[in-house]
């Protein structure tokens, strides 16, 4: 019976949470996360502010999670990202986007909300940046190849512009077809110099 209780506990938390966040989704796309208060969002989630905080400490809190929760069909898929023919977790990213182009035009659009912006561009580098870390710890040491957080700040931003012009096209390829295209960029900016020999040493480069 306990065991019962809990998986109904369960549920309704993650009910609560689902509705939160899309609270906060639809309330960016309205007035911008700046303006956005944790009333704001309660309403319309029609939540009370005690339920809100059990859950997050603040709208911060939540827009992390939020992003925890996003990142993490990335990294369930681990190396994924850096090997070719793999991008199942980009494939679900994707489609999570698709789910809320609003959203994501608010992000990453022309008239895109300026902290949301650069928080959704930072944990994007870092999150490239630790992937990249443990694939090639040897990286960071190597003269011969640019320094990794250029790199990644290089990666976050190419890849923030290629959303910007996947939600801009009238008919979107599919989340299948824009993360194979968009995992080949990655591979291309990303990889292809971790496996360059020492500089001027043109024999010794392996290309995927």
Request: proline share 5%; aromatic share 10%.
């Amino acid at each position: 019976m306990m065991q019962k209780l809990d998986g109904v506990e369960d549920l309704r938390v993650r009910r609560t949470r689902k509705l939160l966040q899309q609270a906060m989704i639809e309330g960016v796309v309205e007035k911008g996360f700046a303006a956005l208060t944790v009333r704001d969002i309660t309403e319309r989630a029609m939540v009370n502010r005690s339920t809100f905080y059990r859950h997050y400490l603040d709208k911060y809190d939540l827009l992390e999670q939020h992003m925890n929760e996003m990142y993490m069909l990335l990294e369930e898929h681990g190396r994924g990202l850096i090997e070719p023919g793999h991008h199942e977790g980009l494939v679900e990213l994707l489609r999570q986007v698709q789910r809320f182009p609003d959203f994501y035009r608010a992000v990453f659009g022309p008239q895109a909300d300026a902290l949301l912006s650069r928080h959704f561009r930072q944990q994007t580098e870092q999150r490239f940046l630790t992937c990249f870390q443990h694939a090639f710890p040897e990286a960071a040491s190597r003269p011969d190849v640019p320094p990794l957080d250029l790199k990644f700040n290089t990666v976050a931003s190419a890849g923030c512009g290629a959303l910007i012009w996947w939600l801009g096209q009238e008919r979107p390829s599919t989340p299948e077809q824009f993360a194979s295209w968009l995992h080949q960029l990655i591979y291309d900016i990303s990889v292809s110099a971790f496996k360059q020999g020492p500089a001027g040493d043109r024999k010794s480069r392996t290309l995927p």
